[in-house]
C-alpha cells in the first residue's frame, strides 16, 4: 500500500510542478538587429570588407593587366620570355587566391569578434528578464512547431532590459 501511494505521488507531482511551469519565447535575432551595438558592427564589418573588396580590385586588375600584355605579345617572342610572363600570371593568381581566403578568414573572425559581446549581453538580458519574471525556460521563436496561449512573449521585457 505505501509503495503504491509512493508511486502515485512520484507521478502526480512532476505533473503538479510541470503545470505550474512559466515558458516563454524571444525573437532574439530581431532584437540584435535593434541594438546600437549590432549597427555598430554592421557598419565596421562593411568598412572592412570594402577595403578587402578593393584590394582585391588591384589585385584583378593586375592579372588583367599582365594578360592583355601576355596576348599581345608578337608571335615570334622567344618561348623563354612567354614562359616568364605565364609563370608572372600564374603567381598573381595564386597571390589572388591565397588574398581571397585570407580575406574571408579574417572577415569571419572580424564578425565573430564583434559580434559575439553583443550576443553575450542579450543572453545576459534574456536570462535577466526570465528570473526576474519567473519563467522555467525562454526559448528562442521559431524553434518551437507549437505554442500555446500560455507561452509568454518576453521580446518587449527583453528590448526593455537593453533600453531599446
Sequence with gaps: MLKKLLLAIAIILPTCAFAQAKFGIVDAQSVMELMPEFKAAQE???S????????????????????????????DTPTAIR?????????????????????????????????APIQEKLVNAIKAVGSEKGFTMIYP????????????????????????
Aim: glycine share 4%.
Design 44 to 46: 565596421q564589418l562593411a
Design 48 to 75: 572592412v570588407s570594402k577595403q578587402y573588396e578593393d584590394e582585391y580590385a588591384k589585385l584583378t586588375e593586375a592579372i588583367n593587366k599582365q594578360i592583355q600584355e601576355f596576348q599581345a605579345l608578337a608571335e
Design 83 to 115: 614562359e616568364r610572363r605565364q609563370h608572372e600570371i600564374q603567381d598573381l593568381d595564386q597571390r589572388l587566391q591565397a588574398f581571397q581566403q585570407t580575406a574571408q578568414q579574417d572577415l569571419a573572425r572580424k564578425q565573430q569578434e564583434l559580434v
Design 141 to 164: 521563436d521559431g524553434v518551437a512547431i507549437y505554442v500555446g496561449n500560455d507561452v509568454v512573449d518576453v521580446t518587449p521585457d527583453v528590448k526593455t532590459k537593453l533600453g531599446i
